[in-house]
């Protein structure tokens, strides 16, 4: 007899649909996986024996093959563990085999029988509801998991134990309760700075429209705060835009059962030194990048020019389909990666060119160079480009209270809308103004 559960592959935030197939049959005593697994499914061999060993279970004394279908698809990390004891216990009758046809089922099992948190569950449970089935996931794992749909089931049990009692009818476990978001702290706003009245207007424009924005400036005129202050003016994230950035930020474990659903806009601002990978997404894994978890947020580079150009050359793709795609010998992974772009650089390597008070000992040449490191094609994909001035003692003494960050939101808020509406008139799926192409432009 074959006991059977379905459970998930990763590719990208997307889960693929396994089914976990366990036979035990006459022959050699052991336990053999098969379905191209890699060192951490292996290794769950030792951690399902110790575990029902811990529940006062045992293996038989028999063949045990565990086939992880279908078997051309590579099976990464330890999410398999939880539909492998389940198929397992499903074969020495201590559950019912029928019962686990509608489960797909995720989570690490410790030795003790209790079940570790692992990445992904909010990703595990949209594929669960697409192919119409319930979802058995690690308690850790259930207010996150909650958020994909009101009407899916889900068990989330602390350890074997209740899970086994919960399949036989004994103690029904409560469906979780999705997590309670804590927001982050105030943000900067643009109250506190002082001037840069055309530079915050470009700001707004840039809010409003989704457009990328590059601000040149000499050092200490208030680029990075600038940017810092550009989330607080974004419109609140739509339930669609928070679920996109959670799986991801689940994918990457960035999510704590406090914060594992994710409703403010992402601010990212890697240092120059970062390379492709840690940009665009990689490694042995395939982990999204900072392009990826800065999906329906903001982007912040500092000192532009400073990144290696191979790796700015890398945000072409991004910035103009969406998506980050990493490619491997035997497959491709995609990452969602809608971002805004805000870079903010010197006007050379030394900040004093078109200083009025200091002279770039350069000249011209140490300007040309290094603005010259920026690829022409990056360029122009960044859409408003703003010179930022050092701000006067006048305006740094100035007792006149600036513009607030709110006052400049309901200006960004009403514009979003007027663009939504416009777009939605002439049919189209588009939300702002950056992602119009110059076929609708005469249209608008």
Not at 182 to 188: E, I, Q, S, T, V
Request: overall charge positive; aromatic content about 4%.
């Amino acid at each position: 007899m074959i006991s059977r559960i379905s459970t998930i592959a990763f590719q990208g935030i997307q889960g693929i649909p396994v089914e976990v197939q366990v036979m035990v049959s006459p022959g050699r005593v052991g336990v053999q996986i098969v379905g191209l697994a890699d060192k951490a499914v292996i290794e769950s061999r030792e951690r399902i024996q110790s575990a029902l060993y811990s529940c006062g279970l045992a293996l038989p004394s028999k063949r045990v093959t565990i086939n992880l279908s279908t078997a051309d698809l590579p099976k990464e990390g330890s999410h398999y563990d939880l539909p492998i004891i389940l198929a397992l216990m499903a074969s020495i009758q201590a559950i019912s085999s029928e019962s686990l046809s509608k489960y797909l089922a995720i989570g690490e099992i410790n030795l003790d029988g209790s079940l570790a948190k692992i990445n992904g569950s909010l990703s595990a449970a949209i594929c669960a509801k697409n192919i119409k089935k319930d979802l058995i996931c690690p308690q850790s794992c259930g207010s996150e998991a909650a958020w994909a749909s009101d009407s899916l089931q889900i068990i989330a049990p602390s350890n074997i134990l209740e899970l086994i009692n919960h399949l036989n009818n004994k103690k029904i476990i409560p469906r979780p309760i999705k997590s309670i978001y804590k927001k982050r702290g105030n943000l900067p706003n643009f109250a506190d700075i002082k001037g840069q009245k055309g530079v915050k207007r470009a700001l707004e424009i840039a809010a409003a429209g989704g457009h990328n924005l590059l601000m040149i400036g000499p050092p200490g005129s208030g680029k990075s705060m600038l940017a810092s202050c550009l989330p607080s003016i974004l419109p609140p994230l739509s339930l669609e835009e928070s679920i996109e950035v959670s799986m991801i930020y689940s994918m990457f474990g960035q999510t704590s059962y406090e914060y594992s659903f994710v409703q403010d806009r992402p601010f990212r601002s890697p240092h120059h030194s970062a390379t492709i990978p840690s940009l665009i997404g990689g490694g042995t894994q395939v982990l999204p990048g900072e392009a990826s978890l800065a999906h329906n947020g903001v982007l912040f580079l500092d000192e532009f020019p400073e990144f290696s150009p191979h790796t700015l050359n890398a945000l072409r793709q991004p910035l103009e389909t969406g998506e980050c795609v990493i490619a491997r010998a035997n497959r491709k992974i995609t990452y969602p990666s809608r971002i805004q772009l805000i870079a903010a650089m010197n006007p050379c390597r030394c900040g004093m060119s078109n200083k009025d008070e200091d002279v770039c000992i350069r000249g011209p040449r140490c300007a040309i160079e290094y603005q010259a490191r920026i690829s022409g094609p990056l360029m122009d994909r960044i859409d408003i480009r703003i010179a930022v001035p050092a701000v006067p003692a006048s305006d740094l003494f100035a007792t006149q209270q600036s513009e607030t960050s709110e006052e400049i939101t309901s200006r960004v808020l009403l514009a979003r809308e007027i663009q939504k509406n416009r777009l939605e008139k002439i049919g189209s799926s588009l939300k702002y103004n950056a992602t119009c192409s110059s076929v609708l432009i005469p249209i608008c």
